[in-house]
């Protein structure tokens, strides 16, 4: 779908900034820190992680640079434009799925994505201008102008979602569904998204993660917020660790994922007492699979002195170097450190 020429224009003159762009962002409620000092830079057209269990501040983040709740201190851009100055024009151009969805009772779907296509309060289609062969008039008739019909139908044919149902009557999947078709059918710039897949079956986040990147190939900017590693290996080109309201680690999936420790699994015994730097080991009779960050040589003479059948040593997955550096109290931050950092 094209959108508006004034959307057009903007595009046009950003194409080189960054799209999100946080300097120190900080919120506290009362005594109680949300987020503290969060630095994060989404350069146009990535498809960006935002990591975090839940609590770690990953949906403050994104209300504050939305615009819902204001900043207790530092700096948020969106689009080049700060977010405290430029709210409506921000989200004119911004797709938004909460972690939780709610509607008014007794609408239809279809309702649903009417007024939402209308509350975006944007100007009259290029195509239609065209159409017309006339510049597009700043009124009323705007909403009739721009028509989010088709990709709203696309939308729901791909999600098997049924419009002509009421949304008292979805399940928490549709309902998700109903709102994902929102936050996309007015053909964004910037997805944001927060915990979209939760109550989407197996098949249907196979067709989610499609669409979006078909939206990341046509340029449009995704940040996507879960507490899923997979998800955000899977699809993610880089992405940002939150632990405790604070940034931990950034950079790109693969130097994340990219770090001294290694994953061994053995089948046979051996002494793991006598090893120093294993986390996460989980022994059977058979055997025992472990994240190892010690010394490679000490672990090879541990092994020479047991009885070993069989021995793999790979690198870890995303999740694996998660849960290695986000050990300890919840409570505790430890200072921002890039990817090429956390060794």
């Known amino acids: 779908m094209t959108g508006p020429p004034s959307d057009l224009r903007e595009r046009n003159l950003h194409m080189s900034e960054n799209v ?35 609590g770690a501040g990953k949906s403050t983040t994104i209300r504050t640079l939305l615009g819902l709740i204001r900043p207790t201190g530092g700096q948020a851009r969106i689009f080049g434009l700060d977010i405290a ?9 911004t797709g938004y799925l909460p972690s939780e ?14 007024l939402s296509a209308e509350l975006r309060g944007r100007s009259c289609s290029e195509a239609a ?44 999947g549709n309902k998700k569904k109903t709102a994902i078709v929102c936050a996309l059918q007015h053909d964004p710039d910037l997805l944001i998204l927060d915990e979209p897949t939760s109550g989407l079956d197996p098949l249907m986040q196979r067709e989610f993660f ?31 660790i939150i632990r405790g309201g604070r940034i931990i680690a950034s950079g790109s999936v693969t130097e994340l994922s990219r770090t001294s420790a290694r994953r061994v699994s053995i089948r046979g015994r051996m002494d793991y007492n006598a090893l120093s730097g294993v986390k996460n080991l989980r022994a059977s009779p058979d055997g025992a699979d472990f994240l190892y960050n010690g010394d490679m040589q000490t672990l090879l003479a541990v092994m020479a002195g047991g009885d ?36």
């Not at 709610?102 to 309702?111: L, S």
């Not at 065209?130 to 990709?151: I, V």
Request: charged share 25%; hydrophobic share 35%.
């Open 20 to 54: 999100i762009q946080t300097t120190n962002l900080t919120k506290y409620y009362g005594k109680t820190c949300g987020i503290d000092q969060i630095n994060l830079t989404v350069p146009r057209g990535d498809f960006f992680g935002f990591i975090g269990p839940n």
């Open 85 to 93: 100055d430029n709210r409506k024009q921000i989200l004119s151009r």
């Open 101 to 114: 969805t709610a509607f008014y009772p007794g609408m239809r779907v279809r309702d649903v994505l009417r």
């Open 129 to 172: 201008r065209l159409r017309r062969g006339q510049d597009c008039p700043a009124t009323a008739t705007l909403r009739r102008e721009y028509d989010c019909s088709a990709a709203a139908r696309l939308l729901c044919e791909r999600l098997w979602l049924d419009p002509a149902r009421k949304v008292d009557e979805l399940s928490l």
């Open 210 to 240: 499609e669409i979006l990147r078909e939206r990341a190939a046509k340029g449009a900017t995704i940040f996507l917020s879960s507490h899923i590693l997979s998800e955000i290996q899977h699809n993610c080109a880089h992405a940002a």
């Open 308 to 343: 070993i059948q069989d021995v793999s040593i790979t690198e870890p997955d995303l999740e694996e170097v998660f849960l290695h550096y986000y050990g300890g109290h919840p409570e505790t931050s430890p200072p921002e450190r890039s990817a090429t950092e956390i060794k």
